[in-house]
C-alpha cells in the first residue's frame, strides 16, 4: 500500500515542480517585459518629439531621420559655429534635464501615497500616461504640446520603476534579473526599431502611433504574464492587505523570497540567531522610513555617483568629442557613442546570474574615472579618432549597468522582510538624482567649451 502511495505520488510531485518551474520562467519574463515596456517611451520619445517638431517647421518638406539613441538627441547645429568643438546652439543636457524632472519629483513624493495606491491601479496609470505621452507628441501641433507628452512618458516611467522594483519583493529574487536585463534592453531595442521603422520610410508620426503596442505589452504582461502569489493585493491598499501586502511573515512570502540556495543558508543563520524584530505587520512609520533610508545610503550613494559620473559623460562631453577627420559625420559619431553605451547597459544589466559585485564603490570610482579621462580628452584633444572612444564609451555603460541591477539585488538580500518593499521604491530615487546633477552640471561645461 505504501508502495503503491510512493508510485501514485511520484507524477504529483513531477507535476508541482513544472508548475514551479513554469512560473519561474513567466515572471522572469513578465519583469523583463515590464522593464522594457517601462523605459522604452522616453526612450524613443524625445528623437521622435524632435523629428516632429523638425516636420512641423519643415511643413512636411524633408524626410527626417533620428539623429538620438537614448534618452538625448542632437540638435541642429548653428550655421554660424566658429568654435573648435562643433557645437550645438543647446546642449542636450536640456533634453535630458525635460525628461528626468518629473520622474525625480514622482519619486521624492511617492513616499508620501504610493502606499494608498493599489499595485493594479498604479499599473493601468503607467499603461494610460504611456499612451497618451505617444498620442500627445504624434498629434501635436506645437513645441509645448510635445514637451507635455515628453512629461507624460516621464511620469510613467518613474512610477513605474519604483511600483515595479516593490513589485519583486512578491516574488523570487531572480526577477530583478530579468527586470534590469529589459530596461538595458530598451535603450537598445527603442532607438534600433525607431530607426528601422523611420528608415523604412515610415513618417515619424505613424512610427510613433505603431509604437502603441507598447503600452499594450505592458498592461498584458503584467495581468496576464506574472504568476502572482494567491494573497497578493492586487486592487487592495497595502494597509488593507496584511502581512503579505507589506512584506511581512507570511509563511508563502518567505518561500518566495528564499527559493534560492544562498537565500536558504540566509534563512538557517536567521533562525540561530532567533526572531527578527522587523517581523511586526504594519505599515513603517516616518521614523521607521527614515531609519531604512539611512541604512540604503550606502547602497545610494555609490549608485548615485556612478550615474552622475556617466550621463555627465553622456549629456556634456560626448556631443563636444567630434573628430572631423573621421570617415563619419557628426551625427554619427554620436549615434555610435550613444548606441555602444546602451549595448554596454545591456550586457551588464543581464548579468547578475553570472556575476555579482559588491563593492559598488568601486564601480563609482571607475567612472568617475572614466568622467576625468575623457573631460581631459574634451579639453586637450588628444584623441586621435572615435574609435579610441568606443570602447571607453562601451565600458561605460557596463559599470553603469552593473551598478544598477547589484544596488537593486543588496538592497533586496539585506533589507528586513516588513522593509524590502520601501527599501526598493526609495532607492529607485538614487540614480535619477544623479541624473538631474548631471544635467545641471553640464550645462555650464557646454557653455565654457563652446565659447573657446
Known sequence: MDQAESINADPVIQHNDFEGRSSKIRNWSGFWLLGLCNNFAYV??????????????ADNSTTLNPDSLAVDFEVKHSSNNSTRYDCNPVSTAVILLADILPSLVIKL?????????PYGFRVLFCVSTTAVSFLLVSFSTSISISILGVVFASMGSGLGELSF?????FFSRDVLEGWGSGTGGAGVAGALLYSA???AGLSPRVTLLTMLVVPTAMLLSYFFLLAFPPTFPQWRRLREAGPVGRGGASEERRRLMDETEEDEEEESDQQEKGPREDRASGPLSCTEKLHVIKGILKFLLPLGLVYYAEYFINQGLLELLYFPKSNLSHAEQYRWYQTLYQVGVLVSRSSLRCVKIRKLSILALLQCVNALLLLSAVYYQFLPSPWLVFPIVLYEGLLGGASYVNTFYYISKEAGDREREFAMAAASVGDTIGIAMAAITAFPVHSYFCSL
Open 44 to 57: 524613443v520619445m524625445l528623437s521622435a518629439a524632435h523629428d516632429i517638431l523638425t516636420k512641423q517647421e
Open 109 to 117: 513624493s511617492a513616499t508620501l501615497y504610493i502606499h494608498q495606491v
Open 165 to 169: 522594483l516593490s513589485l519583486t519583493t
Open 197 to 199: 521603422l523611420t528608415q
